[in-house]
Protein backbone atom coordinates (compact mmCIF):
# COMPACT_ATOMS: atom_id res chain seq x y z
CA UNK A 1 0.00 0.00 0.00
CA UNK A 2 1.51 3.29 -0.85
CA UNK A 3 0.73 5.55 1.69
CA UNK A 4 1.95 9.04 0.68
CA UNK A 5 3.03 10.46 -2.86
CA UNK A 6 5.35 13.34 -3.23
CA UNK A 7 4.65 16.46 -5.01
CA UNK A 8 8.20 19.16 -5.88
CA UNK A 9 5.77 21.95 -5.72
CA UNK A 10 2.08 22.84 -4.96
CA UNK A 11 1.19 22.71 -8.32
CA UNK A 12 2.14 19.38 -8.51
CA UNK A 13 -0.01 18.34 -5.74
CA UNK A 14 -2.82 20.24 -7.05
CA UNK A 15 -2.29 17.75 -10.48
CA UNK A 16 -2.22 14.80 -8.52
CA UNK A 17 -5.31 15.89 -6.18
CA UNK A 18 -7.36 16.60 -9.30
CA UNK A 19 -6.34 13.20 -11.08
CA UNK A 20 -7.99 11.67 -7.96
CA UNK A 21 -5.31 11.35 -5.51
CA UNK A 22 -6.33 11.71 -1.84
CA UNK A 23 -5.21 15.55 -0.77
CA UNK A 24 -4.19 14.55 2.90
CA UNK A 25 -1.56 11.97 1.02
CA UNK A 26 0.00 14.43 -1.40
CA UNK A 27 2.48 16.20 0.16
CA UNK A 28 4.82 18.57 -0.89
CA UNK A 29 8.86 18.36 -0.86
CA UNK A 30 10.95 20.21 -3.89
CA UNK A 31 13.67 19.73 -5.03
CA UNK A 32 17.39 20.85 -4.41
CA UNK A 33 20.28 22.37 -6.19
CA UNK A 34 23.81 21.99 -4.81
CA UNK A 35 25.85 24.44 -4.11
CA UNK A 36 27.75 27.39 -6.28
CA UNK A 37 31.22 26.88 -5.26
CA UNK A 38 32.85 29.69 -6.34
CA UNK A 39 35.64 28.71 -9.28
CA UNK A 40 31.81 27.80 -10.85
CA UNK A 41 30.35 31.55 -11.06
CA UNK A 42 32.92 33.12 -13.52
CA UNK A 43 31.70 35.11 -16.22
CA UNK A 44 32.55 33.78 -19.98
CA UNK A 45 34.59 36.20 -22.25
CA UNK A 46 32.79 36.79 -25.19
CA UNK A 47 29.69 38.90 -26.22
CA UNK A 48 27.08 38.59 -23.81
CA UNK A 49 24.50 36.05 -24.62
CA UNK A 50 21.03 34.65 -23.51
CA UNK A 51 21.03 30.75 -22.72
CA UNK A 52 18.54 27.80 -22.81
CA UNK A 53 19.12 24.42 -21.97
CA UNK A 54 17.13 21.80 -21.93
CA UNK A 55 15.27 19.26 -24.49
CA UNK A 56 14.33 20.35 -28.06
CA UNK A 57 11.06 19.49 -28.19
CA UNK A 58 7.81 21.52 -29.64
CA UNK A 59 6.62 21.94 -25.51
CA UNK A 60 9.65 23.53 -24.16
CA UNK A 61 9.44 27.10 -26.78
CA UNK A 62 12.45 26.94 -28.32
CA UNK A 63 10.39 28.46 -31.29
CA UNK A 64 9.61 31.19 -29.46
CA UNK A 65 12.67 31.77 -27.93
CA UNK A 66 14.02 31.76 -31.73
CA UNK A 67 11.28 34.44 -32.80
CA UNK A 68 11.28 36.72 -30.20
CA UNK A 69 15.43 36.49 -30.84
CA UNK A 70 14.59 37.79 -34.58
CA UNK A 71 12.90 40.70 -33.34
CA UNK A 72 16.15 42.06 -31.74
CA UNK A 73 19.14 43.70 -32.81
CA UNK A 74 22.41 42.05 -33.71
CA UNK A 75 24.14 42.78 -30.33
CA UNK A 76 21.16 39.75 -28.95
CA UNK A 77 22.95 36.23 -29.05
CA UNK A 78 21.62 32.96 -28.01
CA UNK A 79 23.57 29.57 -27.18
CA UNK A 80 21.11 26.30 -27.20
CA UNK A 81 22.36 23.40 -24.77
CA UNK A 82 20.69 20.47 -25.92
CA UNK A 83 19.23 17.51 -28.05
CA UNK A 84 16.21 16.19 -29.34
CA UNK A 85 13.35 15.38 -31.63
CA UNK A 86 13.15 19.08 -32.63
CA UNK A 87 17.02 19.78 -33.51
CA UNK A 88 16.75 19.93 -37.26
CA UNK A 89 13.59 22.18 -37.20
CA UNK A 90 14.94 24.43 -35.17
CA UNK A 91 18.04 24.61 -36.52
CA UNK A 92 16.34 25.39 -40.09
CA UNK A 93 14.12 28.03 -38.22
CA UNK A 94 16.70 29.71 -37.10
CA UNK A 95 18.06 29.68 -40.91
CA UNK A 96 14.95 31.00 -42.53
CA UNK A 97 15.03 33.94 -39.50
CA UNK A 98 18.44 34.73 -40.75
CA UNK A 99 19.93 33.53 -37.03
CA UNK A 100 22.81 31.47 -38.11
CA UNK A 101 25.64 34.33 -36.74
CA UNK A 102 23.69 35.07 -33.47
CA UNK A 103 22.55 31.07 -32.21
CA UNK A 104 24.80 28.52 -31.27
CA UNK A 105 23.48 25.22 -31.34
CA UNK A 106 25.75 23.39 -28.37
CA UNK A 107 24.01 20.13 -28.30
CA UNK A 108 24.69 18.17 -25.18
CA UNK A 109 27.40 19.75 -23.07
CA UNK A 110 29.23 17.92 -19.34
CA UNK A 111 28.12 19.28 -16.69
CA UNK A 112 31.09 21.37 -15.89
CA UNK A 113 30.16 22.96 -18.96
CA UNK A 114 26.92 23.49 -18.61
CA UNK A 115 27.48 25.41 -15.15
CA UNK A 116 30.12 27.88 -16.82
CA UNK A 117 27.52 28.62 -19.36
CA UNK A 118 25.35 29.00 -16.86
CA UNK A 119 27.20 31.41 -14.93
CA UNK A 120 28.07 33.74 -17.71
CA UNK A 121 24.75 34.20 -19.23
CA UNK A 122 22.95 37.19 -19.46
CA UNK A 123 19.88 35.10 -18.17
CA UNK A 124 18.97 31.62 -18.46
CA UNK A 125 15.63 31.44 -20.62
CA UNK A 126 12.78 28.84 -19.87
CA UNK A 127 9.72 29.20 -22.51
CA UNK A 128 7.90 25.94 -21.90
CA UNK A 129 5.02 25.87 -23.59
CA UNK A 130 3.11 22.97 -21.41
CA UNK A 131 3.60 22.84 -17.70
CA UNK A 132 6.44 22.09 -15.70
CA UNK A 133 6.00 20.44 -12.65
CA UNK A 134 9.01 21.90 -11.03
CA UNK A 135 11.30 23.54 -13.41
CA UNK A 136 15.16 22.79 -12.07
CA UNK A 137 16.83 24.24 -14.72
CA UNK A 138 15.51 27.68 -13.54
CA UNK A 139 16.72 26.55 -10.13
CA UNK A 140 19.87 25.68 -11.23
CA UNK A 141 20.60 29.37 -12.88
CA UNK A 142 18.85 30.94 -10.04
CA UNK A 143 22.05 29.19 -7.57
CA UNK A 144 24.52 30.98 -10.32
CA UNK A 145 23.31 34.69 -9.73
CA UNK A 146 21.83 34.53 -12.98
CA UNK A 147 18.25 35.65 -13.90
CA UNK A 148 16.02 33.54 -15.19
CA UNK A 149 13.56 34.47 -18.18
CA UNK A 150 10.42 31.70 -17.49
CA UNK A 151 6.85 30.87 -18.99
CA UNK A 152 4.48 32.01 -16.42
CA UNK A 153 3.16 28.16 -16.54
CA UNK A 154 2.81 25.21 -14.23
CA UNK A 155 5.48 24.92 -10.95
CA UNK A 156 8.10 27.54 -12.75
CA UNK A 157 6.47 30.76 -10.40
CA UNK A 158 6.93 28.01 -7.17
CA UNK A 159 10.54 28.11 -7.80
CA UNK A 160 11.31 31.40 -9.43
CA UNK A 161 9.40 32.90 -6.40
CA UNK A 162 7.22 35.98 -6.19
CA UNK A 163 6.60 38.55 -9.27
CA UNK A 164 8.21 41.64 -7.46
CA UNK A 165 11.16 39.97 -5.46
CA UNK A 166 11.67 37.12 -7.37
CA UNK A 167 14.59 35.35 -9.51
CA UNK A 168 13.70 37.25 -12.86
CA UNK A 169 10.47 37.25 -15.00
CA UNK A 170 7.66 35.29 -15.46
CA UNK A 171 6.29 35.64 -18.88
CA UNK A 172 3.20 34.96 -21.32
CA UNK A 173 3.72 31.55 -22.58
CA UNK A 174 4.10 31.52 -26.45
CA UNK A 175 4.19 35.65 -26.55
CA UNK A 176 6.68 36.16 -28.44
CA UNK A 177 6.66 40.03 -28.43
CA UNK A 178 6.45 40.18 -24.15
CA UNK A 179 9.96 37.23 -25.03
CA UNK A 180 11.52 40.22 -26.93
CA UNK A 181 10.56 42.88 -24.74
CA UNK A 182 11.58 41.13 -21.68
CA UNK A 183 15.60 40.03 -23.49
CA UNK A 184 15.61 43.97 -24.37
CA UNK A 185 15.10 44.85 -21.01
CA UNK A 186 17.42 42.37 -19.50
CA UNK A 187 19.96 43.81 -21.96
CA UNK A 188 19.39 47.32 -21.16
CA UNK A 189 19.05 47.10 -17.37
CA UNK A 190 21.73 45.68 -16.28
CA UNK A 191 21.59 46.47 -12.70
CA UNK A 192 17.73 45.23 -12.50
CA UNK A 193 19.09 41.81 -13.87
CA UNK A 194 21.93 41.71 -11.25
CA UNK A 195 19.40 42.45 -8.66
CA UNK A 196 17.12 39.72 -9.69
CA UNK A 197 20.26 37.50 -9.57
CA UNK A 198 21.37 38.24 -6.27
CA UNK A 199 17.42 37.70 -5.79
CA UNK A 200 17.43 34.25 -6.96
CA UNK A 201 20.58 33.21 -5.64
CA UNK A 202 19.09 33.49 -2.35
CA UNK A 203 16.21 32.05 -3.04
CA UNK A 204 17.88 29.38 -4.53
CA UNK A 205 20.23 28.83 -1.05
CA UNK A 206 17.09 27.69 0.63
CA UNK A 207 16.64 24.54 -1.35
CA UNK A 208 19.57 22.31 -0.21
CA UNK A 209 19.66 18.68 0.05
CA UNK A 210 19.57 18.68 3.52
CA UNK A 211 16.26 20.27 3.66
CA UNK A 212 15.16 17.76 0.60
CA UNK A 213 16.45 14.93 2.68
CA UNK A 214 14.95 15.67 6.09
CA UNK A 215 11.49 16.06 4.37
CA UNK A 216 12.13 12.70 2.54
CA UNK A 217 13.19 10.34 5.60
CA UNK A 218 10.72 12.49 8.11
CA UNK A 219 7.70 11.45 5.54
CA UNK A 220 9.59 7.77 5.82
CA UNK A 221 9.04 7.32 9.21
CA UNK A 222 5.73 8.96 9.27
CA UNK A 223 4.74 6.25 6.71
CA UNK A 224 6.35 3.16 8.84
CA UNK A 225 5.14 4.56 12.33
CA UNK A 226 1.54 4.29 10.26
CA UNK A 227 2.05 1.05 9.38
Known amino acids: TVRYFIAPTQFGKDLFVEAGFPEERVRVIPYFVAPVLPDQSTRASGPPYFLYVGRLSPEKGVAVLLQALARLGPEFYLKIVGGGPQDRELKALAEKLHLLDRVEFLDHRSRSEVQKLM ?47 GGGWLIKPGDVEAWSEQMKYVMDHPREADEAGRRGAA ?21 VNQA
Open 119 to 165: SGALAVCVPSLWYEVFGLVALEAMSYGVPVLASKIGGLSEVMGPPVG
Open 203 to 223: RASEFTVERHYRAVIGLYDRA
